[in-house]
């Protein structure tokens, strides 16, 4: 029988919150996942658990269904806040609810337990780190307009400072994405994941969706990845070092492809020309090609300028914040409940709803 009945659906929408909105979590922690436990080859008895990744987090009082994992390459300093000290993408998706994960992937910051001898040798890279991160063309040459405090000596001496051994080889990468497979797969960081990476992060990501088992990865945004995945029936040649090309069976590259949403994001001091954007249109029309989603968004194409290489950390990442909480809307993974006003008669009934259930024919039932 059908009943007349008035639906109306309000959303939970407050994507640009207060900015001085107060954070309430419910908890914060952390956790070790993924890595493994080895004997030593002298003394059985004797074991090292080791290359495990370390995952912090951050769990509002009301959150959304979305967890997201905000993956360094530099350090996790460039997640919390903006070069002068502001909030950082971490507080701007607290205020909006979303759950926070902070990953240190194995050997790396917080997870530097590792199950080989590491090596660090200073080598004197302040002033590549310059020209990496793209505050300009050379070193205290900044671009004009850049997003950074370029009078704030100490701004800058924070920004260098900050940064952790990388550790770019393949088989860092590799280690890497294993770790976080485990972890997407593990339930631990929620059934609907989008990661945001930075840099090296992104080839790290999209290895990490090719290795995982389950259909816990939601989506992956990557600010200038440097590196990127194939698929093994184009006779490419893998890259021997720890920015790609990375060469996968066919097969798990189209896990990419389910992938719900994939952004390869630049700034607008990336030339169309510079490999790695081609790259990423590459790659991107590649997992189209399998029935994904997958684009790339050039930030000065869509009003933000004055990027450096790591937009989230720009002055005014508000706006590179605004171009996120679009493609989470877009893709269906604001996970917000929604509520909906169901009048049956004289009876009034309110049903909370996510976006992506059928909360319509909920009401008629
Ligand atoms: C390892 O532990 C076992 C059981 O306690 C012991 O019998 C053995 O001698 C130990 N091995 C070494 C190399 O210490
Ligand atoms: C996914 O399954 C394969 C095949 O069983 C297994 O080798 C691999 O370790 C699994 N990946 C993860 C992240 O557990
Ligand atoms: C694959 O690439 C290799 C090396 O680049 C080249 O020698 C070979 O001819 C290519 N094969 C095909 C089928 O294109
Ligand atoms: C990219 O294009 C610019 C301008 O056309 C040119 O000067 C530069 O050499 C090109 N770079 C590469 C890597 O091809």
Not at 164 to 179: G, M, P
Request: proline share 5%; hydrophobic share 35%.
């Amino acid at each position: 029988m059908l009943l007349p009945l008035l639906a109306l659906a309000l959303t939970g929408h407050s994507a640009s919150t207060n900015p001085h909105k107060p954070i309430t979590l419910s908890s914060t922690g952390g956790f070790q996942i993924g890595g493994r436990t080895m004997s030593a080859p002298f003394n059985p008895n004797l074991t090292l658990s080791c290359d495990h990744g370390y995952m912090e987090y951050f769990l509002p009082t009301r959150p959304r269904k979305t967890s997201l994992v905000m993956w360094h390459s530099s350090s996790t300093q460039v997640w919390q806040n903006t070069w002068s000290g502001g909030a950082g993408f971490k507080d701007l998706f607290l205020r909006r609810d979303y759950p926070v994960y902070l990953w240190d992937g194995p050997r790396v910051g917080r997870a530097n337990w590792a199950c080989e001898a590491t090596v660090y040798t200073p080598a004197y890279m302040d002033t590549s780190n310059f020209v990496a991160w793209n505050f300009g063309p050379r070193y205290k040459q900044w671009w004009d307009g850049v997003r950074f405090p370029t009078e704030d000596e100490d701004a800058w001496q924070q920004a260098t400072s900050a940064r952790y051994v990388e550790y770019d080889t393949k088989s860092n990468v590799e280690l890497h994405a294993r770790a976080a497979a485990v972890a997407a797969d593990s339930g631990r960081i929620g059934r609907d994941i989008v990661y945001l990476t930075n840099s090296a992060g992104g080839l790290r990501a999209q290895l990490t969706a090719t290795l995982s088992n389950s259909t816990n990865i939601k989506g992956i945004v990557t600010y200038e990845s440097i590196g990127y995945v194939y698929p093994d029936n184009l006779n490419i040649t893998a890259g021997k070092g720890g920015f790609g090309p990375y060469v996968v069976p066919l097969e798990d590259f189209k896990k990419l492809a389910r992938v719900p949403g994939i952004q390869f994001v630049w700034g607008d001091h990336r030339a169309e020309n510079y490999s790695y954007v081609q790259e990423s249109r590459r790659v991107a029309g590649l997992i189209n090609k399998y029935g994904g989603n997958a684009e790339v968004v050039k930030l000065g194409e869509v009003g933000v300028r004055g990027a450096t290489h790591i937009p989230f950390a720009d002055l005014g990442n508000e706006d590179v914040a605004g171009l996120l909480d679009e493609f989470l809307e877009g893709n269906g993974l604001d996970g917000r409940k929604k509520i909906m006003l169901c009048y049956i008669g004289l009876h009034v009934t309110v049903y909370m709803y996510r976006p992506q259930t059928l909360g319509f024919l909920a009401c008629m039932v």
